[in-house]
């Protein structure tokens, strides 16, 4: 699977770079704060759409044709935001890129959870969430040290040829594999399913505001400034998944995903009230190694469930959620700070986030899915 590992890599490192890119590049196409809630929202609303129905057709027709439709698709697309002529533009491009994602993220992320031996649902996808995440860590830095050296537009050159080589590593080095599961109605209406749903979008909710609007609240700072405090927190949930892969294979997973992603919330929270870089950094680190411990517990939850009622189905769904959080995120953090202010649209998306994570843990437990000890229950 490391083939796998490095062609996601490489497709994230891609996407990265433009992710603290993408607002500035908007502001200048004349986008108001609710059209730049848009432009994001629309690659969540293809990507919402799309993904289960990738994830449930991955279990049938194998993994690897989704995978490579989306690297080429990812790899042609970026050129196009070089040619928008505003920001009605962007959220059009945007659209299309969310369809690129729906078929890449879940189907590969199907393809590790069905490769995954029991009892290590942790440790495995630990190294492909490595690879996503480290990918999406440096892009930031290094988007803004293009944007600082060549200019904003050359980094979406930088992703086009990113994906275009991710592209051609699956092609000649990844196999294809199906799931023999077949599509069983009945998890729609499984409350561990929708407790982890509820989870992701939880998490998405805080992923949605920094990459869409934390840019813009510390634009203050220098490019490179921007793109390190975005890379850590991406890298220091990477490698805390990886560190936390072995111990969340141990233990209560449901608690564990609940007490990272509750203490991530809080210090989300406090970010925008940090009032240097150094302390905003500092903050950037204990929330990703927080929320790296919580995303292993319940990404491992989710890989375990995929034996039940299919990998790609499983995922499709938990990957749906977090693109319907990235939908709703951004025009509701436009609308308080357009009547408000930014700060306010943090804290109180915040509070919302919090308020899912109540519902996550009384969800699961109410359906007595227990993860410890290296089994898990659904009873």
Excluded: W
Excluded at 132 to 161: E, N, Q, T, Y
Excluded at 176 to 181: H, T
Excluded at 225 to 251: E, M, W
């Amino acid at each position: 699977m490391r083939s796998l590992y490095l062609s996601i890599f490489s497709a994230m490192l891609g996407l990265g770079i433009i992710a603290p890119l993408m607002p500035i590049y908007a502001k200048e196409l004349g986008a108001t704060t609710l059209i730049l809630g848009l432009i994001y929202s629309s690659f969540s609303i293809a990507r919402t759409t799309f993904t289960p129905i990738v994830g449930i057709a991955s279990d049938r027709f194998g993994r690897k044709p989704f995978i490579l439709m989306g690297l080429l698709s990812y790899s042609i697309i970026s050129l196009l935001y070089i040619l928008a002529r505003n920001s009605e533009d962007l959220v059009i491009i945007r659209f299309f890129h969310g369809l690129s994602s729906a078929m890449v993220i879940p189907s590969a992320m199907a393809y590790v959870s069905q490769m995954a031996p029991k009892g290590e649902e942790g440790r495995t996808i630990s190294s492909f969430n490595l690879a996503f995440l480290s990918g999406m860590g440096f892009g930031p830095f290094l988007g803004g040290v293009i944007k600082d050296i060549f200019g904003l537009k050359f980094a979406f050159f930088a992703m086009s040829i990113l994906t275009a080589l991710a592209f051609l590593t699956v092609a000649i080095f990844v196999p294809n594999v199906r799931d023999k599961s077949v599509f069983n109605f009945g998890i729609i209406s499984n409350k561990s399913i929708a407790s982890l749903m509820v989870f992701r979008f939880s998490t998405a909710i805080r992923l949605a505001l920094i990459i869409a609007f934390f840019p813009v609240l510390i634009s203050h700072l220098k490019g490179y400034q921007i793109g390190s405090i975005i890379s850590t927190i991406v890298l220091t949930n990477a490698i805390s998944q990886k560190v936390f892969g072995g111990f969340v294979d141990r233990f209560d997973r449901v608690k564990l995903a609940t007490f990272g992603s509750s203490i991530s919330t809080v210090l989300f929270i406090a970010l925008p009230f940090a009032g240097n870089f150094v302390s905003i950094l500092a903050l950037a680190i204990a929330m990703g190694i927080f929320n790296g411990l919580a995303m292993n517990s319940a990404s491992a939850i989710a890989v375990s469930l995929g034996r039940i009622y299919g990998h790609g189905a499983v995922m499709g769904l938990f990957n749906t959620s977090m693109g319907l959080a990235m939908v709703v995120s951004p025009i509701m953090a436009g609308i308080i700070a357009d009547f408000t202010n930014l700060v306010n649209s943090f804290v109180i998306l915040g509070l919302v986030s919090l308020a899912c994570l109540f519902i996550f843990y009384v969800l699961i437990t109410v359906d007595e899915v227990r993860v410890c000890k290296r089994e898990q229950e659904v009873r």
